[in-house]
């Protein structure tokens, strides 16, 4: 990458300075106008240094680690913080995270107290998700990892929280469970709700719970986006879905719409040409496909339905592995796109 484009994503994440440190440095805190953490890969401590803001002695971003004097920019955060050794990588993962949902700052009453908002808002999912922290190296990792999804570079939009409220539905005492908790954005990025998947802790399941999955905030039209979508996207209903095409497809932008219904009124980008709808093998799957279809075909988009052997595309994946999940695939794309998303997968 040319050194003024690496120099541009520096300062592109500069201006999101906090944000990068809590999603990346998420052992750290606020102090003042610094961001203070251990080190560069996260380490719980106080050495490190992270400016938040601009200053005499530099722009946002910029750190300092006061043990090993260490210092440099949020891309060598973001290098550190996730094992990353290709730049490329590095970069791509920075612009992915620059088209993610920014979390507002909570608003406050004059005496300094967090307002309350209506519980399952809109703002209540935004600081759900605020409160969470990275996936990478949690019991969410792990359970995802155990359903054959091993392809998480780029689920900036997926936190973890260790205790996330559950309610029962018979009323029932509060409980609370560990729990994946997904961003839904609207096609400007801005985070309009949020979706759980409580966990067991242990880590191989989801809770024991009636309902371990539930949405709030507004959702329709929205969806949990996996990259950045260009001409060509794909988009299905359940987030685990999603996210095993995306272990065949890395490079496709995806979204998640979370449900049969959803996913037949999800929202088009501007730049879409080409749509894959991403079928589940029920009845509402294919009112889903056809409806969804059918509008991007209206719209000028063109519409291809992926199908799975079994009842959805993690079904397949666990069952028949990666490789036979990339044969399949590679079939039903369009000729150009096997070469542009399959390439590196091969």
């Not at 401590?45 to 043990?67: E, Y």
């Not at 969470?132 to 939009?157: K, M, N, P, V």
């Amino acid at each position: 990458m040319p050194r003024r484009d690496a120099a541009d994503l520096a300062h592109r994440l500069g201006a999101h300075a906090e944000a990068v440190c809590r999603h990346y440095l998420s052992n750290g805190r606020r102090s003042g106008n610094y961001w203070q953490v251990g080190d560069v890969r996260n380490a719980p401590g106080r050495s490190m240094f992270v400016r938040l803001r601009h200053s005499p002695k530099g722009p946002p971003g910029k750190w300092t680690d006061a043990a090993t004097g260490e210092h440099g920019d949020l891309l060598d955060v973001i290098r550190e913080s996730m094992g990353l050794v290709d730049f490329k990588q590095v970069a791509d993962e920075a612009r992915a995270f620059l088209a993610l949902p920014r979390a507002e700052p909570e608003p406050r009453s004059a005496h300094g107290k967090v307002t309350p908002v209506p519980a399952g808002s809109p703002e209540a999912s935004r600081r759900l998700f605020a409160m969470s922290q990275s996936i990478h190296g949690t019991l969410a990792e792990r359970y995802l990892c155990g359903r054959g999804i091993t392809t998480l570079h780029g689920t900036g939009s997926l936190r973890f929280h260790p205790r996330c409220y559950y309610r029962p539905e018979d009323h029932g005492p509060t409980e609370t469970w560990p729990a994946i908790i997904a961003a839904v954005t609207d096609l400007r990025g801005q985070q309009t709700g949020a979706h759980r998947t409580w966990l067991d802790p242990g880590g191989n399941a989801k809770a024991p719970i009636d309902t371990p999955r539930r949405a709030m905030g507004d959702l329709l039209g929205h969806a949990v986006r996996f990259g950045v979508p260009t001409s060509v996207m794909a988009a299905g209903e359940g987030i685990e879905t999603t996210l095993s095409l995306r272990c065949a497809l890395p490079d496709m932008a995806m979204a998640a719409a979370l449900s049969a219904a959803h996913l037949a009124a999800v929202l088009f980008p501007p730049t879409l040409r080409r749509l894959y709808v991403i079928r589940d093998n029920d009845p509402a799957g294919d009112g889903a496909r056809d409806t969804l279809a059918e509008r991007a075909r209206e719209a000028g988009i063109e519409a291809i339905v992926l199908t799975p052997e079994l009842g959805d595309f993690n079904d397949d994946l666990r069952h028949f592995g990666l490789e036979a999940l990339r044969g399949a695939i590679a079939e039903q794309l369009m000729r150009r796109d096997r070469c542009r998303y399959l390439k590196r997968a091969a």
